[in-house]
């Protein structure tokens, strides 16, 4: 190994405890770190490291690198492009219909209501509701909102994890990995889609009533003594 190859080498073990921005910004300054900073094994760690704190879908398993692998494009651009699509924050049709939801009322937060929610593409009518419901659905034609039925209308929200949720007043709709259900519910993996401030006045007076009569806080695996409000089923 000569010395050029030996400074290669040096500078490609230091890059491998950078992040992928510090890589970017390190990179214009100096032309051997440009070179270095290309380098595929560096990209496919970071990727490696990026998608673990995603849905699991987005691991980097051994099936999924080598489909990757075979895509013919730099570890580097599939860090790129799935950065970006990350940040995308209109659903599609299939991945409305693909997913299973897990589905939490707003005033029993605590409790999952359903792991089974789902969008069926083929009578467009929900299934798997815990109240037996069923109700026609409707994709808004940009991917950012959901017809609901009678109820009201949700709002598409990307997850920091790359996972999606279909909220609105009433209702809460996480699409579910299978760790998630390890956890008692939604609130607890998803706390900011729960804020107070997301409910409808009324709504927020009723939550407010109930923990004040627990004392501030939620029963746990019990909706005994809530009470029940009209019209917050979807």
Same mark, same amino acid.
């Given at each position: *190994?000569?010395?050029?190859?030996?400074?290669?080498f040096?500078?490609?073990?230091?890059?491998?405890?950078?992040? !992928?921005?510090?890589?970017?910004r *390190?990179?214009?300054?100096?032309?051997?770190?440009?070179?270095?900073? @290309?380098?595929? !094994?560096?990209?496919l760690e970071?990727?490696r490291?990026?998608?673990?704190?995603?849905?699991?879908?987005?691991?980097?398993?051994?099936?999924?690198?080598?489909?990757?692998?075979?895509?013919? &494009?730099?570890?580097?651009?599939?860090?790129?492009?799935? =950065? /970006?699509d990350? $940040?995308?924050?209109?659903i599609?049709?299939?991945?409305?219909?693909?997913?299973?939801? %897990?589905?939490?009322?707003? =005033?029993?937060?605590?409790?999952?209501?359903?792991? +089974?929610?789902?969008? %069926?593409?083929d +009578?467009?009518? #929900?299934? $798997?509701?815990?109240n037996g419901?069923t109700?026609?659905? /409707?994709?808004?034609a %940009?991917?950012?909102?959901?017809?609901?039925?009678?109820?009201? @209308?949700?709002?598409? &929200?990307?997850?920091?994890?790359w996972?999606?949720? &279909? !909220?609105? +007043?009433? &209702?809460?709709?996480?699409?579910?990995?299978?760790?998630?259900? !390890? #956890?008692?519910?939604?609130?607890?993996?998803?706390? /900011?889609?729960?804020?107070?401030?997301?409910?409808?006045?009324s709504? /927020?007076?009723? @939550?407010?009533? *109930?923990?004040?009569?627990? $004392?501030?806080?939620?029963?746990?695996?019990s909706?005994?003594?809530?009470?029940?409000?009209?019209?917050?089923?979807g």
């Open positions: *190994m000569d010395n050029q190859e030996l400074r290669d040096k500078d490609f073990l230091c890059f491998r405890f950078v992040g !992928a921005l510090e890589l970017c *390190m990179a214009p300054t100096h032309r051997r770190w440009c070179k270095t900073a @290309q380098e595929d !094994a560096l990209w970071l990727c490291a990026c998608w673990s704190t995603k849905v699991s879908s987005f691991h980097l398993t051994k099936r999924r690198q080598e489909e990757l692998s075979s895509q013919g &494009i730099s570890w580097k651009e599939h860090y790129r492009q799935h =950065l /970006q990350g $940040g995308r924050s209109c599609t049709l299939e991945e409305l219909t693909e997913n299973v939801w %897990d589905f939490t009322f707003r =005033l029993h937060p605590q409790l999952r209501a359903s792991s +089974s929610f789902r969008f %069926d593409p +009578s467009r009518c #929900v299934t $798997g509701h815990p419901l109700y026609h659905w /409707q994709l808004s %940009d991917g950012h909102r959901v017809e609901l039925g009678a109820f009201p @209308q949700a709002k598409v &929200i990307r997850r920091d994890d996972g999606w949720a &279909i !909220a609105n +007043s009433n &209702i809460v709709c996480c699409s579910l990995d299978a760790k998630d259900l !390890a #956890v008692p519910g939604a609130v607890d993996l998803h706390p /900011q889609l729960f804020s107070l401030e997301q409910l409808a006045p709504l /927020q007076l009723v @939550q407010l009533l *109930m923990q004040l009569q627990s $004392g501030f806080a939620w029963p746990p695996g909706s005994a003594g809530y009470p029940r409000t009209e019209g917050t089923e």
